[in-house]
Each structure stands twice: as structure tokens, then as C-alpha cells.
């Protein structure tokens, strides 16, 4: 794929070629992927976060005793 161009749904497509709508959209797909690759990023730290954060915790019950169930 050339650098002026597009490929949608397996068919390229000369970016200048298209109308101001259609450069719209495209600008549209890109502006929202690259937010979902940003939040894509956030979700893979916060859950390297929570799994530190439940290691600490299961550190921290190391020793402690376990409340009763119902007795």
C-alpha cells in the first residue's frame, strides 16, 4: 500500500481521490483507533497495577487468620 493511500475492505483507494466526506471518515477511523490503542495501554497498566497490588496484599495476609465462615 502506497503511502497515498488507503485499503478498505481489501480494495486500495488513492486518499486524494476521495470525497471531503470520505477523508472525513478516514480521518474519523484513524483519530478512533489510535484512541483505542491508547486505551488499550491504559487497561494493560492498570491491570499490571492490580496484580501487584493483589501480590502486596496477599503478602500482607501472610500470617493473618482467616475470619470465620458462619461459625
Known amino acids: 500500500m ?3 493511500t ?3 475492505d481489501g ?3 488513492a486518499v ?3 470525497s471531503d466526506a470520505a477523508k472525513a471518515q478516514v480521518q474519523n477511523l484513524r483519530f478512533t483507533d489510535q ?3 491508547r486505551l488499550q495501554a491504559q487497561l494493560a497498566i492498570a491491570q499490571t ?3 501487584s497490588y493483589a501480590k502486596a496484599l496477599k503478602s500482607e495476609l501472610a ?3 482467616p475470619a470465620d465462615q458462619g461459625h
Open 2 to 4: 502506497a503511502a497515498n
Open 6 to 8: 488507503i485499503k478498505i
Open 11 to 13: 480494495q486500495d483507494y
Open 16 to 18: 486524494d481521490a476521495l
Open 35 to 37: 484512541e483505542i490503542a
Open 49 to 51: 497495577a492490580r496484580l
Open 63 to 65: 500470617g493473618t487468620k
